[in-house]
């Protein structure tokens, strides 16, 4: 297992963004990541970082990560399992490699199986839930797996927000498809993001969870909020959902904006905008 001290947390975040962790393991199997949780309960688990904002400064925190050094994916008997921090990418490519369908919404989110999980991420029309098969998570020493119909999603939420539970890998339905249409869906779900999304600057994907009634980012675009700025975060001006950082943003800066869109949306249409992505304080 890898390990490294004082290390910047800022090369890992999607955003850019983030101070100096007293230490970071990288475990590479369930009985590391077990190893880890026994002996610092207080250790942050992350994925990706794509949908996570971390402060600045010296965090004085312990962190662990689930990605590229926990990633396996195979297949036995038409069901797919991937390990916690497989790129939800990976998993999209890995069932059109095995001509699996119901995967292709996935491709273009930038985050981990876990992180999905944790969030129930979806896109266009699609949501991780509705492939599901079980989940396999772990806390306080226990290993426990979950059944789909055990597990409750909402958007952009499931049970493991609030249980505390580490989730170490899950098996996801599959079905036959034929490759090239499969990758016809992937190659059009990708050029539409790439048409609507500021894909060239960090980001944390879409900011703010979409309210009861209407659309975040059309209200931030009809509010004129397109373009505003402090510091080095900006309101993007190709979508209106992402803040981005353009010019080195610190963390103050980017959550400074957040909650100047927020007031400036409340105070013009009396709906309080929550966030979809969490933030770490």
């Known amino acids: 297992m890898r390990i490294k001290e004082n290390e910047s947390i800022k090369p890992y975040s999607s955003m850019k963004v983030g101070g100096i962790a007293k230490k970071i393991y990288f475990p ?3 009985e590391e990541i077990a190893q880890v ?9 992350l994925g990706n970082c794509t949908n996570v904002l971390i402060p600045d400064g010296d965090l004085k925190k312990t962190f662990m990560f689930l990605r590229d050094n926990f990633s396996e994916i195979s297949i036995k008997d038409d069901i797919i399992t991937a390990q916690a921090g497989a790129r939800l990418r990976a998993l999209s490519q890995f069932a059109l490699s095995n001509k699996k369908t119901g995967f292709e919404f996935l491709d273009g989110i930038p ?3 876990g992180g999905a999980i944790y969030m129930n991420a979806g896109a266009y029309g699609g949501e991780i839930k509705n492939i599901i098969k ?3 998570a772990i806390k306080d020493n226990k290993i426990k797996i ?3 119909d055990e597990i409750v999603f909402k958007k952009r939420f499931s049970t493991f927000q609030e249980s505390g539970e ?4 899950a098996d996801f339905f599959t079905e036959s498809g034929n490759y090239d249409e499969i990758f016809a869906v992937i190659n059009d779900l990708n050029g539409r993001r790439r048409d609507k999304q500021p894909l060239n600057f960090p980001s944390c994907g879409s900011v703010f969870k979409r309210p009861k009634a209407g659309y975040a980012s059309q209200m931030i675009d009809e509010a004129g909020l397109k373009g505003l700025k402090i510091g080095g975060a900006m309101v993007s001006e190709k979508h209106a959902g992402f803040i981005i950082n353009y010019d080195n943003a610190t ?5 400074q904006l957040i909650d100047k869109v927020q007031d400036i949306i409340y ?4 709906v309080k905008l929550e966030l979809e992505i969490r933030v770490l304080r």
């Open 134 to 136: 079980s989940v396999k």
């Open 267 to 270: 105070e013009k249409y009396g």
């Open 111 to 113: 985050g981990s199986v």
């Open 28 to 30: 590479e199997s369930i």
């Open 37 to 45: 949780l026994n002996e610092d309960k207080d250790v942050i688990v």
């Open 146 to 148: 979950y059944n789909r």
């Open 251 to 255: 963390f103050e800066d980017v959550t």
């Open 166 to 169: 580490i989730i170490l890998e």
